[in-house]
């Protein structure tokens, strides 16, 4: 039993490691007609699905306990696997409730500079929210793939990127209008910097999101989940979500069907790879 839940994530990542052109660590998988029209239709079935009432607290806490409790060696063992060759990793996830933040959310973060003391945290909202544990289990393992994807670093990366860039092009129409004897203002530079870093971030969102729905499914997968259930989360009605779009999941987690297909996708990949061996 031991020997399968250490083994059996780094089968289902094996193949999988390749640097992709868009910055993902992981090849997203190939989303074909016959897998966007089953996730399309099992999206509309999700959303509409009736409002259920909301869990009580405790039943919640001990959903979320029993969950991460399967999921969490799963994930480390495949981050320390993964990630083995870089030493600025740190695995060790610390799991938080928090008690906070008024609306349905999960979110990844690091406690400590450099990157250190990496977190995830469930707000109470979302732990009542949740239909199952598979969804808990998706989404666990989705926070954690943000973790395996380094998508904080890259982002940092890109946004400074982005912002030399810009700020170099700023700075250097600057310079041509100091030399025509025009105007300078020192404030554009600044404000090409800031921009600059908004568009690196946002270009590349949707595929860290994608490609953390991929290591979800597949960490929930190995952990013995549904991530085809669990994420099915995405597609929850409207009226069952905060006012709040901004602070909640769907802030950053747009509800897409695009998603639910790649999690679709990620599992007819995981078949065919137990099939070969
Ligand atoms: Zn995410």
């Not at 669990?230 to 009605?237: E, I, K, L, P, T």
């Amino acid at each position: 039993m031991q020997i399968s839940v250490f083994r059996r994530p780094a089968l289902l990542l094996a193949s999988f490691l390749a640097l992709t052109a868009c910055g993902t660590s992981y090849q997203l998988p190939v989303i074909d007609n016959a897998v966007a029209s089953e996730a399309s239709a099992m999206f509309d079935t999700a959303q509409a699905a009736e409002t259920r009432s909301p869990a009580s607290l405790q039943s919640g806490v001990n959903r979320f306990r029993r969950v991460a409790r399967r999921i969490e060696p799963v994930a480390r063992t495949l981050c320390e696997r993964e990630l083995q060759n870089n030493s600025d990793v740190d695995c060790n996830v610390t799991l938080h409730i928090d008690t906070e933040m008024p609306v349905r959310n999960a979110y990844f973060s690091y406690g400590a500079p450099g990157y250190r003391n990496p977190e995830v945290h469930f707000t109470i909202p979302m732990l009542r929210d949740a239909a199952n544990d598979d969804e808990i289990a998706f989404i666990l393992g989705h926070e954690y793939g943000h973790l395996l994807g380094q998508h904080i670093q890259k982002g940092d990366q890109q946004a400074l990127a982005g912002a030399i860039l810009l700020g170099a092009i700023a700075a250097y129409g600057n310079a041509q209008a100091a030399s025509a004897g025009q105007y300078y203002d020192p404030n554009d530079v600044t404000r090409a910097v800031h921009l600059g870093g908004a568009l690196g971030q946002r270009a590349f969102s949707q595929t860290y999101e994608l490609e953390s729905d991929m290591l979800g499914a597949r960490i929930a997968a190995a952990a013995g989940y549904d991530p085809v259930r669990g994420a099915q989360y995405f597609a929850r009605g409207e009226s069952a979500r905060s006012a709040n779009g901004k602070l909640s999941f769907w802030g950053t987690h747009p509800p897409d069907e695009k998603r639910l297909a790649v999690v679709i996708a990620t599992m007819e990949q995981i078949r065919q790879q137990q099939n070969q061996q």
